[in-house]
């Protein structure tokens, strides 16, 4: 079995991208065997030249097969589209349409704990017509897992009686959970914006639009009674002892302190999100920031006011994500 890993940094890149916009399949390796997460798999510090070449014809294949090509917006598409197209195509299908039934859907998963729109995947830290978050390096080029993969391990105990609701009353519940999605990321892009001085660069539904713009109104009233100074915003860090990386919303400098801040646009605050920003925090620590606190900041598009939740400590959420860390690699092991 050979074991002398083949591909360059530059090469992973190029076939996680893909991997990605394909919508993240399973790949065929061997016969009998595939791989259903490709950046843990190009993580190993081992891989069969054999795999290699698999995935390298998938990649092929993959560009052969599609016959979109070049879409009139001049990109190269795979699946589904380039993100314009696909944003074009979802205001098409929602023309004419109520959008009530999908915001009780998206009530019904943020209610559940299931939906928080911007963990979906690493693409929320970005202009929804950006591609997916690029994936972390060490400095010796190897890919580490990001925070939200990490935590992926975690169990959703809710996940299946929210998605029979939805199909109770005749919803996907893919498409409840991409909406909300949607909704956070044009929130966070546009509170990014806000703190750089930038003009806002996104397509998406007029009514997810419309809902990310009242979450960004909340943060606005929040940050009108507490005048920060932005030091870093959504910027992507990487730890060299503990081996992941994670992209935080912000670090800013409030009444002489430094403070991490991280933005939900859910319908509640859960357990969880403190394992996420004790992750962050410990990479703002490794870079010899003196945090001396952590908030969540949830802006919810059908409420009137924002909700904040202030720790001065993640001791416990900071050893409960080394735990997933560690699950995480063990699943992840060739046996």
């Known amino acids: 079995m050979d074991t002398k890993p083949t591909l360059t940094t530059e090469e992973r890149t190029q076939i996680l991208e893909i991997w990605q916009r394909s919508g993240r399949p399973a790949i065929p390796l061997r016969q009998g065997e595939t791989c259903r997460d490709l950046e843990k798999?190009?993580?190993?510090?081992?891989?069969?030249?054999?795999?290699?070449?698999?995935?390298?014809?998938?990649?092929?294949?993959?560009?052969?097969?599609?016959?979109?090509?070049?879409?009139?917006?001049?990109?190269?598409?795979?699946?589904?589209?380039?993100?314009?197209?696909?944003?074009?195509?979802?205001?098409?299908?929602?023309?004419?349409?109520?959008?009530?039934?999908?915001?009780?859907?998206?009530?019904?998963?943020?209610?559940?704990?299931?939906?928080?729109?911007?963990?979906?995947?690493?693409?929320?830290?970005?202009?929804?017509?950006?591609?997916?978050?690029a994936p972390y390096y060490l400095a010796d080029g190897t890919i580490v897992p990001s925070v939200t993969t990490v935590l992926g391990i975690l169990d959703k105990p809710g996940l299946p009686y929210w998605a029979w609701e939805l199909g109770q009353q005749g919803l996907d519940y893919r498409e409840v959970r991409d909406s909300a999605g949607r909704v956070g990321t044009i929130a966070h892009h546009l509170i990014a914006c806000h703190l750089k001085g930038e003009t806002p660069d996104y397509f998406a539904v007029p009514v997810e639009v419309e809902r990310a713009q009242k979450c960004f109104e909340k943060y606005l009233r929040w940050e009108k009674e507490h005048p920060i100074s932005p030091v870093m915003v959504e910027t992507p860090l990487v730890s060299e002892e503990f081996r992941y990386g994670g992209t935080f919303d912000l670090l800013a400098e409030l009444d002489s302190e430094f403070v991490l801040i991280d933005f939900k646009t859910g319908g509640g605050i859960y357990e969880s999100m403190f394992y996420q920003l004790a992750a962050y925090w410990k990479l703002l620590t490794e870079q010899g920031w003196p945090v001396s606190s952590a908030r969540i900041l949830r802006m919810n598009a059908d409420y009137d006011d924002f909700e904040e939740v202030i720790r001065t400590s993640l001791g416990r959420e900071w050893k409960i994500f080394t735990h997933c860390l560690a699950i995480y690699r063990l699943q992840g092991e060739v046996g």
């Open 41 to 133: 798999f190009l993580s190993h510090s081992n891989i069969r030249d054999s795999d290699i070449e698999a995935i390298k014809t998938w990649v092929k294949e993959v560009k052969v097969s599609n016959e979109k090509g070049h879409c009139e917006h001049g990109e190269f598409i795979l699946l589904e589209g380039c993100p314009k197209c696909i944003a074009e195509r979802r205001q098409a299908e929602h023309i004419g349409l109520e959008p009530a039934p999908e915001l009780i859907g998206v009530q019904l998963a943020e209610e559940a704990g299931i939906v928080e729109a911007e963990e979906e995947d690493e693409s929320h830290r970005a202009p929804y017509n950006a591609s997916y978050h």
